[in-house]
């Protein structure tokens, strides 16, 4: 089992930045890829960005690319989303997710393991 816990979620005025942490005490990250995805009010959870075990592979929404680098730090555990140039469009739950497989996963049921989610605020 692994669990997930996020940080770095708040309020931020549109055209900010925000660098969100995902953090897996204990037993350490899975295998596999980890990915973020958000959920707004209302909408489904969607994906936002996925990195592969190595950290050497990263692929991203299209409503990201270009604002947002995901980076992971396997020494210590740890998988980051630095989010740049935040619109009003970005204000989310946003949660950390741990895959037990290789493949860079843009569906929620390709991962196994899920934060509790941050919220992330973009006031316009």
């Known amino acids: 089992q692994v669990s997930l816990v996020e940080s770095g979620g708040g309020l931020v005025q549109a055209g900010g930045s925000l660098r969100l942490a995902c953090a897996a005490p204990?037993?350490?990250?899975?295998?596999?890829?980890m990915g973020w995805f958000r959920q707004a009010p209302g909408k489904e959870r969607e994906f936002v960005a996925a990195?592969?075990?190595?950290?050497?592979?990263?692929y991203y929404a299209d409503s990201v690319k270009g604002r947002s680098t995901i980076s992971r730090d396997n020494a210590k555990n740890t998988v980051d989303l630095q989010m740049n140039s935040l619109k009003s469009d970005d204000t989310a739950v946003y949660y950390c997710?741990?895959?037990?497989?290789?493949?860079?996963?843009?569906?929620?049921?390709?991962?196994?393991?899920w934060g509790q989610g941050t919220q992330v605020t973009v006031s316009s």
């Open positions: 204990g037993r350490g990250f899975s295998s596999g890829s």
């Open positions: 990195i592969s075990r190595s950290g050497g592979s990263t």
């Open positions: 997710a741990a895959s037990q497989r290789s493949a860079l996963g843009r569906y929620a049921y390709q991962y196994d393991y």
